[in-house]
C-alpha cells in the first residue's frame, strides 16, 4: 500500500515560480534553491528570490551544485553553464554540445559530465581542464554521477563500468552490465555505490570493486513499471528513488520499501538542517514533509468525497471512523489499507461506537445501524437522540440527551442528564458519566445500575479518562479546564493553554494527557507540568480536531481534512531560526553571528532588510527589534525592510531575532551598534552662542521692556492721581450740594413755627437741627462712617423732616440684631437721600395716618446690607403728578444716582438699589419701597 504523510505544498498558487522543478540543493546557512523551469530561486521559507543571466538562451535551470567555497553551480538544456556572481548568474562559456551533469569536489573543482567527455572548472584558475581519455564515444559518460568526498574521488558510469577520478586520473572497475550506460543512475552510500536502471527492474551494489546484483522482493515489486528520474541517498539511512509514479524509500539496513504519493512524478528531493524532507516534483512543485511517519487519509489520496471526519473509535487492529456527510470507513492499521461505506443518510453521525463482543460498529444517523461484516444493518432503536451506547455486564449502557439508559433484559433509566460518555471501573463496579451537568457516578447494585453521586454538578462536561494504575479520573470541561478526581475527592484542577478556545475530547495514556481543540492535539506532561501543541507546523494535516483513539502507540486524530496518524514517539526537537541580514550586491549572506557597525546622521532612520531561513515556521514567525537594550518590538514576518526611526542621538544599539511560530527565538540575534550624529544646533559650540546670544537679546529686550513699563506706570500713576482727585472733588461737591439743600429744608420748617409762636417746638427743634449739622460737618470731611453713626444722623433728620408733616406719623428703624453696627463702615449719607424721597414725594401727599420703615439686614449675598426704606404715601405716580404742578426736580434723587455710579465707579457693583410700588388685589396704592443692596 502507498503511504501519504501529511505534506505542505509549495506550488504556483502559494508562490513557487513553477510547478516543473528539476533540482534542488541547501546552501550553508539554510536556504532553499531551486532550479524549476521559470530559471533559479532561492527560498526562504516565505519569499522567492530570482537570479537570472542576459546570456540565457532558455530559463530552465537543472543541475544545481555548491562548490567548497559556497559557490552555485548550474545549468539549463541549452549547455551553458553558470555560476551565482552578485545577483545574477555569470556564464562560463566552453565547446560543449550537451552538459549531462555537474558534481564539485573539495579542492574547488567543478565536474562536468558532458558529451564529449570529463572537464572540470578549476575555481582559481578560473580555466577549463578537460581530463584525458583513450576512448572517448557519445555514450561513454552518462548524466550518473557521484562524489565521494571520504574518498576524494568522483565517479561517473559508463557503458564499460564504472569510472572513478581521482587526481585527475581515471581507472575503471569493469563492468559490462551497464549498456547502454544512459539507462542506468548511481549513487554512492557508506555501504557501496547503488546502480539503478531507469526503466527496468534492476539494482546492482559495488562494493570492493565487485558489482553484485540486489534482489528484494519489496523493493522490486514497488520498481516495477515505473520509471526512475533521480536515486539519493539522505541523511536518515534511507536511499530514496525517484519515479514517475510515486517516490520509493528503501532502508540500506533492514531491506524494508515504502511507497509515497503513486500518482505523482518526483524529481529530486533532500532533508534540510530543521530535519523537514523535501521533495520536487515534475508537475505539483515542492513537498515538505515534518514527518514520515504522519500519515493521512482523505480525499486527495482515497475515495472519500468529503473528507470532515467527526468521530473515530477502534477495535485491536482497525481504527473506524465517519466523516460529516454521513459515510464510515475503517483503516488496518498494520497495512494502512482503507475502506470506506456509504451509510444510508447524508447526515452528521451522532454516534460511532465499536462493539468488540460482537464485533459490531454502532453509529448514529437519523436512526440505529450496525456495520457487520463489511454490510449495514438498522438496529431497532427505542432510545432518541443517542450519543454513544456500549456493553457493560451484558447489558447497553446508552447515554443520550435526554438521560442515561439501561437495555438489556429490561430497559430502565438511570439518570435524567444530558450524556456524552462512560467509563466502566471494573474494581468498584461503577459509572463515570460525562454529562452537562457534572460528572454522575452510578454503582451497581441489587443487579441494577443506580446514579450515587454528581461531581461538579455546575460544570458541563464535555469527555472524561481514566489513569486505571493510579485511579485518577480526568473531567474536561467546556471552558477548557480539566479536573483531576481521585475517585471522591477533586485533586486539582488543568487550564489548558489561553490560545485555546474550544475543546473536544480527553485521554490518558502513560503519564500524559491528551487533549483534542480547533488549535491542535494538545499533550500535557503530568510530570513535567508542561503543554506541548501540536499542529500544521509540527505536522497535523489540520488544527480542527474533534475526535481521537490511541492505538499501537499511534494517535488517530479525526480532523477536518481526513483521518491523521501520528506516532507516539518523542517529538524531535525544533531547530532555530536564522536571521541575516541582505548584503546588497551579493546573492551571499555574511556570517549569521557577525555584527555590524552602522553610523546615522541626525533624523536619519536605520534600514534593516533582514532575511529568515526557518521553514518548520511556514512563514508565520516574528521579527523582533530593542533599542538600547529597551523593550522588544515584534513586527509581522510579511514586513519586507524593518524601517527604525527616531534612535536618539549619540551612541546606540539595535538588535534584531526572529520567535519563531513554537515562540522560541533565533539561533543568532543580528547586532547593530554605531552612533547617531548630533545635529549642529546641538553641538556644545552652537548652545553656547545660542545662550549667548540669547541672553544678549532677553537683556535687551528686558531692559527695553522695563523702561517702557517705567513710562506706562507713570502715565497711569498720573492719571490715577488725576481721577482720585476728581472723583474726590465730585463727591465733596455731591455732599457740599445735599448738606446746603438739607438744611434749607430744615430752616424753613423752623422758621414755620418761629411764625406759629411756637417757641417751645421752635427751640426744641432748632437744638436738634444744630446737632445734626454738627454730625454732617464732622462726616463731610471722610469718605466713610461706622453703620450706627449713620442710624444716629439719620434719626436727627427723621425728626426734623416729621415736624413739617400734618396729621399723625410715626416711624420705624429695624437693624437685625446679627449686625455689629459698630464695625460696619458705609458710605456717609447713604441713606439719607431715601429717606427724603419718602417724605418729599410720598408722605407729604398723604392724608391721614403716615408711616415710615427703615429696614437694615445683612443680605443673601455673602458681605452685603440690605437696606429698606418703605412708606405709606401717595406712590410715585401721584407724586409725579405734584411734581409737574409745581415743576419740582428732586435734587436727592439725581445726587444719590451720581453717587452710587461714583462708589461703584470705584469698586465695581458695590452698590445697587431697585424701588417698587405698593399696591393691594385692587391696584390701590399703598405706598413705595426701596431697596438698596450694599457691599461692605
Excluded at 580555466?127 to 562524489?147: C, K, M, Q, R, W
Excluded at 472524561?464 to 470541561?477: G, N, P, T
Excluded at 481521585?486 to 491528551?514: G, M
Excluded at 441713606?831 to 395716618?849: S, T
Amino acid at each position: 500500500m502507498a503511504q501519504y504523510p501529511n505534506r505542505i505544498l509549495y506550488d504556483i498558487e502559494s508562490g513557487l515560480p513553477s510547478n516543473e522543478v528539476y533540482s534542488m540543493e541547501q546552501d550553508a546557512n539554510g536556504f532553499l534553491w531551486i532550479g524549476c523551469d521559470a530559471g533559479l530561486f532561492k527560498f526562504d521559507g516565505l519569499r522567492y528570490t530570482s537570479f537570472k543571466s542576459k546570456a540565457q538562451n532558455s530559463n530552465a535551470i537543472s543541475g544545481l551544485s555548491f562548490s567548497k567555497s559556497g559557490n552555485l553551480y548550474c545549468y539549463n538544456f541549452q549547455a551553458q553553464l553558470f555560476c551565482l556572481d552578485q545577483d545574477s548568474l555569470k556564464e562560463i562559456k566552453h565547446d560543449f554540445k550537451k552538459i549531462l551533469s555537474i558534481e564539485a569536489d573539495n579542492s574547488g573543482k567543478i565536474y562536468v559530465n558532458h558529451s564529449m567527455g570529463i572537464s572540470y572548472w578549476d575555481e582559481n584558475a578560473q580555466e577549463f581542464v578537460h581530463l584525458p581519455f583513450e576512448i572517448v564515444s557519445g555514450d561513454f559518460f552518462t548524466n550518473a554521477s557521484s562524489y565521494i568526498e571520504s574518498k576524494e574521488e568522483l565517479r561517473f558510469l559508463s557503458s564499460n563500468g564504472i569510472a572513478c577520478v581521482k587526481k585527475d586520473k581515471i581507472s575503471f572497475i569493469p563492468s559490462s552490465l551497464f549498456q547502454p550506460a544512459g539507462n542506468f543512475l548511481m549513487t554512492y552510500t557508506p555501504n557501496g555505490t547503488y546502480i539503478f536502471s531507469k526503466n527496468e527492474n534492476l539494482i546492482y551494489k559495488e562494493s570492493g570493486d565487485s558489482i553484485v546484483k540486489i534482489e528484494n522482493t519489496k523493493l522490486n515489486e514497488l520498481l516495477y513499471n515505473r520509471k526512475i528520474t533521480h536515486v539519493e541517498f539522505l541523511s536518515d539511512g534511507n536511499l530514496w528513488v525517484c519515479t514517475f509514479k510515486g517516490i520509493i524509500c528503501y532502508n540500506l539496513e533492514t531491506g524494508a520499501a515504502s511507497l509515497y504519493y503513486p500518482e505523482l512524478s518526483f524529481s529530486s528531493c533532500m532533508i534540510d538542517r530543521e530535519g523537514l524532507y523535501w521533495f520536487s516534483s515534475l508537475q505539483a512543485g515542492l513537498f515538505k514533509v515534518v514527518d514520515l511517519n504522519f500519515l493521512v487519509w482523505n480525499k486527495e489520496y482515497t475515495d472519500l468525497k468529503n473528507d470532515r471526519i467527526v468521530r473515530v473509535c477502534t477495535d485491536s487492529s482497525l481504527v473506524f471512523f465517519a466523516n460529516s456527510n454521513g459515510t464510515i470507513g475503517s483503516i488496518d492499521t498494520r497495512s494502512s489499507e482503507f475502506t470506506s461505506f456509504n451509510t444510508p443518510y447524508k447526515a452528521d453521525l451522532q454516534s460511532l461506537d465499536y462493539d468488540l463482543s460482537s464485533g459490531r460498529l454502532y453509529f448514529n444517523v437519523n436512526g440505529l445501524f450496525y456495520l457487520e461484516k463489511a454490510k449495514i444493518y438498522q438496529e431497532e432503536n427505542e432510545f432518541p437522540s443517542l450519543k454513544s451506547l456500549q456493553k457493560i455486564k451484558d447489558a447497553y449502557i446508552i447515554l443520550t440527551s435526554y438521560g442515561v439508559y439501561v437495555s438489556g433484559d429490561s430497559s430502565y433509566k438511570v439518570s435524567n442528564h444530558w450524556a456524552r460518555q462512560v467509563i466502566y471501573e471494573a474494581e468498584n463496579e461503577s459509572l463515570w458519566i460525562a454529562t452537562n451537568e457534572g460528572v454522575v457516578v452510578c454503582k451497581y447494585e441489587a443487579g441494577i445500575w443506580k446514579e450515587v453521586k454528581n461531581l461538579l454538578p455546575t460544570r458541563q462536561i464535555l469527555s472524561i479518562s481514566q489513569d486505571v494504575s493510579k485511579q485518577h479520573f480526568y473531567a474536561l470541561s467546556f471552558t477548557g479546564e480539566i479536573y483531576v478526581f481521585d475517585r471522591d475527592t477533586l485533586l486539582e484542577s488543568i487550564k489548558t493553554p489561553p490560545s485555546i478556545s474550544q475543546v473536544n475530547k480527553i485521554q490518558y495514556f502513560d503519564n500524559t494527557l491528551f487533549v483534542a481543540s480547533n488549535n491542535g492535539l494538545l499533550k500535557y506532561d503530568l510530570g513535567g507540568k508542561k503543554w506541548l501543541i501540536l499542529n500544521t507546523s509540527s505536522g497535523l494535516v489540520s488544527n480542527s480536531i474533534q475526535d481521537f483513539v490511541i492505538l499501537h502507540n499511534a494517535v488517530f486524530l479525526a480532523s477536518a481534512k481526513g483521518v491523521q496518524m501520528i506516532p507516539l514517539k518523542e517529538p524531535k526537537p525544533n531547530v532555530a531560526a536564522r536571521i541575516f541580514l541582505r548584503d546588497k550586491g551579493s546573492s551571499k549572506q555574511a556570517d549569521f553571528a557577525s555584527n555590524y557597525q552602522v553610523n546615522l546622521k541626525y533624523g536619519q532612520d536605520l534600514v534593516l532588510d533582514p532575511e529568515v531561513c526557518h521553514f518548520a515556521s511556514n512563514g508565520q514567525f516574528e521579527y523582533a527589534y530593542r533599542i538600547n537594550n529597551g523593550a522588544w518590538i515584534f513586527l509581522p514576518a510579511s514586513v519586507d525592510k524593518i524601517s527604525i526611526r527616531d534612535i536618539p542621538p549619540g551612541k546606540y544599539t539595535v538588535d534584531l531575532k526572529v520567535v519563531d511560530v513554537f515562540g522560541a527565538d533565533s539561533e543568532n540575534t543580528i547586532h547593530v551598534e554605531g552612533a547617531v550624529k548630533l545635529p549642529f544646533w546641538k553641538t556644545w559650540w552652537f548652545i553656547l552662542l545660542l545662550a549667548s546670544s540669547g541672553s544678549l537679546i532677553i537683556y535687551l529686550i528686558f531692559r527695553y521692556r522695563i523702561n517702557q513699563l517705567k513710562v506706562k506706570q507713570q502715565k497711569e500713576m498720573k492719571q490715577l492721581r488725576l481721577e482720585n482727585e476728581l472723583r474726590l472733588t465730585q463727591q465733596t461737591a455731591l455732599q457740599a450740594q445735599m448738606n446746603p439743600h438739607f438744611i434749607f429744608n430744615v430752616l424753613n420748617s423752623i422758621k414755620g413755627y418761629i411764625y406759629e409762636n411756637d417757641k417751645k417746638n421752635a427751640s426744641l427743634y432748632l437744638s436738634q437741627f444744630s446737632n445734626l449739622i454738627r454730625r454732617i460737618l464732622e462726616q463731610s470731611s471722610v469718605p466713610k462712617i461706622k453703620l450706627t453713626e449713620e442710624i444716629e444722623t439719620l434719626k436727627l433728620y427723621i425728626q426734623l423732616e416729621s415736624m413739617l408733616l400734618d396729621g399723625s406719623f410715626h416711624y420705624e428703624i429695624k437693624v437685625d440684631e446679627k449686625l455689629d453696627t459698630d464695625f460696619i463702615w458705609i458710605p456717609n449719607l447713604l441713606i439719607q437721600p431715601l429717606v427724603e424721597n419718602a417724605f418729599k414725594h410720598g408722605l407729604r401727599h398723604k392724608r391721614g395716618e403716615k408711616y415710615l420703615l427703615v429696614s437694615i439686614d445683612s443680605s443673601e449675598i455673602e458681605n452685603s446690607l440690605k437696606i429698606i426704606v418703605e412708606d405709606n404715601g401717595v406712590g410715585r405716580e401721584a407724586a409725579s403728578q405734584f411734581n409737574k404742578r409745581k415743576e419740582h426736580q428732586s435734587f436727592a434723587s439725581s445726587a444719590l444716582h451720581q453717587r452710587i455710579k461714583l462708589l461703584n465707579d470705584e469698586r465695581e457693583e458695590s452698590v445697587s438699589f431697585e424701588v417698587e410700588d405698593l399696591k393691594d388685589e385692587s391696584a390701590n396704592v399703598l405706598g413705595t419701597r426701596v431697596i438698596l443692596y450694599l457691599n461692605i
